[in-house]
């Protein structure tokens, strides 16, 4: 006969319990997406600044309020100093563009009758020009309040970072709580999380660097005006995938060989193909393998994924999701998968 179905009463409790606890989670998680990325800014800076905090307030005894401040003012100077550099430049770039528009045109046109003449290839139509007028005019409001949203999560970002920086105690005892994993691997995640978070954030950028003045000395030497300007735009765009720097270098070229010199835009195009990409290679090399051995193919991947989610912020989020993901690969395939492995008997043959 068989026997009646009997339902475990503890089992569907905790199966009820476990799917409450994620949809809730879930959504949460879609009423809080629009924190999300002043969050993970917070959780860099946390990462990074947590030993100095920890020397601040045990070492030199302060306070952790004053600490948390002292480590906000430093890494302010670390965000938008190079943020504001970057859009005073590209204001003054932009507004000679519009005091000097004629003059612009104008040689816009002798270009496009040497690039007619050699390649028989018509750049600039009214056509164009139009479309370009159009493109601008829309870009401009959506700059400025890309600018505003930018502060606002700048601001949250700050607001997260004093809370976790002013409770690191709390922070510690609950991800020990919560977390499901032994003391050893919760150490170890924290290792990885700091190594991989340090590999992407400062890595990263001294690689861009490393471009910016690989560039920036071609730039000067084959005679491409404001060289320092187009070696901070190259630094910048370095850290986007596959193409990178060669959206400057490339076109920089061609407008050195259309315009002013045919054999300084062929010097030039020669010397981004030897010199400016194998750069990236090199730099990474010593740079960031000094701090955690990240495959290039996350780097790629993740600056794809971060820009669509996250927009320009994404070039440093976007890797850094990727390296999580993963790590808790990682680490679910040494607590379960191996251990299961090591726990199965042998069978006899």
Not at 30 to 54: C, E, N
Not at 193 to 214: E, F
Not at 304 to 330: A, D, E, H, Q, R
């Amino acid at each position: 006969m068989n026997e009646p179905i009997r339902f475990n009463r503890s089992n569907l409790s905790r199966n009820i319990a476990y799917t409450a606890i994620h949809v809730f989670a879930f959504f949460l998680l879609y009423q809080l997406s629009d924190f999300i990325t002043p969050f993970l800014g917070a959780l860099i800076f946390y990462v990074l600044f947590t030993p100095f905090m920890s020397k601040l307030t045990l070492n030199y005894r302060w306070r952790k309020e004053w600490s948390a401040l002292c480590i906000i003012i430093v890494s302010l100077f670390i965000v938008l100093i190079p943020l504001l550099l970057l859009s005073y430049m590209l204001y003054e770039k932009v507004n000679e563009v519009i005091s000097n528009h004629e003059a612009l045109l104008e040689f816009s046109r002798t270009i496009n009758q040497r690039v007619y003449e050699l390649a028989g290839i018509e750049l600039i139509t009214a056509e164009n020009i139009k479309s370009l007028q159009t493109t601008f005019a829309e870009m401009v409001p959506s700059l400025l309040g890309q600018s505003f949203y930018l502060l606002g999560n700048i601001a949250m970002m700050y607001f997260m970072m004093y809370y976790m920086l002013t409770n690191i105690e709390r922070i510690t005892q609950a991800t020990n709580s919560y977390l499901p994993f032994g003391q050893e691997n919760i150490r170890l995640l924290a290792q990885e999380l700091k190594s991989m978070t340090v590999s992407n954030s400062i890595g990263v950028p001294l690689v861009a660097v490393a471009q910016g003045i690989a560039a920036g000395v071609g730039y000067s030497v084959f005679g491409l005006p404001d060289p320092i300007f187009w070696a901070v735009i190259t630094a910048f765009v370095s850290i986007l995938p596959v193409i990178g720097t060669t959206l400057v270098w490339a076109p920089a070229a061609l407008y050195l060989m259309a315009g002013s010199s045919l054999m300084m835009g062929i010097g030039l195009l020669v010397y981004g193909g030897l010199v400016i990409i194998n750069i990236d290679n090199l730099a990474r090399l010593f740079i960031q393998k000094q701090f955690a051995d990240v495959h290039p193919a996350i780097t790629i991947f993740g600056v794809i994924i971060g820009l669509n989610l996250f927009g320009l912020p994404g070039l440093i989020f976007g890797p850094l999701m990727l390296s999580y993901f993963v790590m808790f690969i990682k680490m679910y395939r040494r607590l379960y998968v191996q251990t299961e492995a090591s726990a199965t008997p042998e069978q006899p043959s």
